[in-house]
């Protein structure tokens, strides 16, 4: 396992993170190496078109007896022999180029997963980035609320020791503390998992310490109010590394099932060969002499007629024909997923937005109802319940404003992505 350490107090942005991602994520260099195996897949097969030249020879001792002038007698004697031949497939129903076109579409295909991978790599980290501002700011809020209960806690003691609190206001104040103490401690708990999720997704040494920097000044060309997932759709369509993945598939197996047909048409190759070899003789024993002298030349065309394989060649076509049905239907399938991805993002940006003004509209009013319940319950007008459930709804208001306000910003972004920003390359 490799991990990196972080030095120095640099502020990273999200597109920091997810370039850093880009650049060191594991996950990412395998598909990257799957890229450059299906590249060398499709080098190879245009190869194929070209003819195939060998060379061989031999050379060896006979030792045995033999007639010489009507009498047995023993002998040994050196050989050798030596060729060189070309063979080339003139023919075979168009098995070789159909060949070519499929690692051709099974490159392009392992290209736009590797673009696709950088791509969820991207939306990974930031889910993870906007997780940690989430808690970072959310654990703020609870803080706060925390000290408003010391605080509270500290004037119902006095109360309480001068008679205007009864024992009972107390003991509810300290248990609203109590509470307020243990959402902390879930917040900071919360808060470190994200940084868990972070620094996996980059890489990072688990004890690596960087600072986040949100961009407040993100400006979107995007008008939610006019944003129409078909269009938008449409839009991603033509560059879609995810679509452009599936429909490679696609194209890929309808190569292979013109492959597969290739099994029912005859083969025709031709080949060709030059070879020599020497056998020492009492007449003439000179090597040069009888490599020349012994030379053989052959060339020639070969016919494979395919009559009956064993139904082999029609199972072939057929998982071929499967395949290639198999693979239109998840492309219609991913179509239709993504289409309505892009529908139900455009739907909760709207949706976050609305909630977000909204929620600064109920967080003024909270924040005016709770100043109000401050003074009631320091002048006895109201009990602690009251005074908490005013408290309390005050601080989900601000979570809520919080919440919505970072879900609206992350979907603008997905939106702008879709549409053909990739934010994080620029």
């Given at each position: 396992?490799?991990?990196l350490?972080?030095m120095?107090?640099?502020e990273?942005?999200?597109e ?22 299906a590249e060398?897949?499709y ?7 070209t003819?195939s ?16 002038e009507?009498?047995?007698?023993s002998?040994?004697?050196f050989?050798?022999d030596y060729?060189?031949g ?8 168009f098995?070789?180029?159909n060949q070519?076109s499929?690692y ?7 290209e ?15 889910n993870s ?5 989430y808690?970072e700011e959310?654990l703020?809020?609870?803080t706060?609320q925390k000290e ?14 001068t008679?205007l ?7 509810e104040?300290?248990?609203?503390f109590?509470m307020?103490?243990?959402i902390?401690?879930q917040?900071?708990n919360k808060l ?5 999720n ?25 008008d939610?109010?006019?944003d ?5 759709f449409?839009e ?5 590394p995810q679509?452009?993945y599936y429909?490679?598939?696609q ?7 013109s492959?597969q047909?290739?099994g029912f048409?005859?083969?025709l190759s031709?080949?060709?060969s030059l070879?020599?070899?020497?056998y020492?003789t009492d007449i003439?024993?000179d090597?040069?002499?009888?490599i020349?002298t012994?030379?053989?030349k052959?060339v020639?065309l ?19 024909k ?16 993504l289409?309505?991805?892009i ?7 709207k949706?976050?937005?609305a909630?977000f003004?909204?929620a600064?509209?109920q967080?003024d009013a ?5 100043r109000?319940?401050?003074k009631k319950?320091d002048?006895?007008m109201?009990?602690?319940v009251?005074?908490?459930?005013v ?6 208001t ?5 919440r ?9 972004r997905i ?5 053909g920003?990739?934010?994080w390359e620029?």
């Open positions: 396992m490799v991990v350490p972080v120095g107090q640099k990273w942005s999200l920091d993170c997810i370039r850093f991602a880009v650049e060191n994520n594991l996950e990412l260099k395998q598909s990257v190496y799957e890229t450059q195996v060398q897949n080098r190879q097969s245009k190869w194929y078109m003819p030249i060998g060379a061989s020879s031999s050379a060896g001792y006979s030792i045995g007896k033999t007639v010489v009507g009498e047995l007698v002998d040994k004697y050989y050798s060729s060189i070309a063979t080339i497939n003139l023919f075979s129903g098995s070789i180029q070519i499929y051709k579409f099974k490159k392009a295909a392992a736009n997963s590797n673009i696709d991978a950088i791509d969820n790599l991207a939306f990974q980290v930031m980035f906007y997780d940690v501002i808690y959310l703020k809020i609870v706060e408003l209960s010391v605080v509270n806690l500290k004037k119902t003691e006095v109360m309480v020791n008679g609190k009864a024992t009972a206001d107390l003991l104040v300290n248990s609203n109590e307020d103490e243990l902390c401690i917040t900071k470190e998992s994200s940084w868990i972070l620094r996996r997704a980059l890489n990072l040494n688990p004890d690596s310490t960087i600072y986040l920097k949100r961009n407040n000044n993100v400006v979107f060309k995007s939610v109010e006019s129409d997932a078909s269009k938008v449409n991603y369509s033509i560059w879609s679509l452009g429909e490679n598939n194209k890929a197996s309808k190569k292979y099932l492959m047909k290739a048409f005859p083969s031709a080949s060709a070879g020599s070899y020497f020492p003439n024993s090597f040069s002499y009888q020349n012994n030379q053989s052959y020639g070969s016919l494979n007629i395919p009559i009956f394989r064993r139904n082999t060649n029609i199972t072939n076509v057929k998982l071929a499967l395949q290639y049905e198999s693979a239109k239907t998840k492309l219609d399938q991913v179509r239709q997923d289409y309505f991805t529908v139900t993002n455009i739907n909760d940006l949706a976050s937005e909630e003004a909204q600064r509209k967080l909270d924040t005016l109802a709770y109000a319940a401050e319950y002048q006895g109201i009990n602690v009251d005074f908490y459930t408290k309390n709804r005050m601080s989900s601000c979570a809520q404003v919080l919505s306000e970072l879900t609206a910003e992350i979907k603008r939106i702008e992505f879709y549409r920003n990739r934010f620029k």
